[in-house]
């Protein structure tokens, strides 16, 4: 084979080797991906975490009401089943700031009603679709914006586990109350 043919044996074998582009010509250099972190980063500032359980209705309203004044509040809801349609409410958790939340059981969780339909406090939970549907089952309509830590974890790591507890435990480093201990 002459030379020219050789080189075009040569770049064609390359190509069909290679991933195509989907943004440009596939004969531009590839993007320089050594500064594209590959794992999660664990955020290592020690920070005191205080957990308080709710039982006072009059408690859990001067909470609520501090909440309101919030741009965004997590949280996370504590239910017996896998299946939204016929899961028991056992508890909601609400943090107000890093390192700061509290429980309510599910005798409670009514009052958090305020909170969890307002339009002005951004919700940020993990399976908020869950969520929406054992509260709905109660009388509440989930009508907070929000944010779904599992679906942003999905969108950014399909291949990883995306439950809050997991993503706690990694991200932050901070174990989480397991639901069988409530």
């Known amino acids: 084979a002459s030379a020219p043919t050789a080189a075009k044996t040569a770049q064609a074998k390359k190509k069909q080797s290679a991933q195509m582009s989907l943004f440009g010509d596939d004969d531009e250099e590839e993007e320089n991906t050594e500064n594209i972190p590959t794992e999660t980063p664990v955020i290592e500032q020690p920070v005191e975490i205080v957990y308080t ?25 504590v239910a017996d089943g896998d ?46 679709k869950r969520a929406m549907v054992v509260l709905r089952r109660r009388g509440i309509n989930l009508a907070a914006p929000y944010f779904d830590t599992a679906v942003a974890h999905y969108l950014l790591q399909p291949e990883r586990p995306h439950a809050t507890a997991r993503l706690a435990e990694e991200i932050l480093g901070v174990a989480c109350t397991t639901d069988e201990a409530l």
């Open 53 to 77: 359980h709710i039982t006072d209705a009059d408690e859990l309203k001067r909470r609520v009401a501090d909440a309101m004044t919030l741009d965004a509040v997590g949280s996370e809801l």
């Open 83 to 128: 299946d939204a349609m016929t899961a028991t409410l056992v508890g909601v958790a609400v943090a107000t700031k890093r390192g700061k939340a509290f429980y309510v059981d599910a005798s409670l969780a009514n009052r958090l009603k305020p909170l969890l339909e307002s339009d002005t406090v951004t919700l940020v939970s993990g399976d908020v």
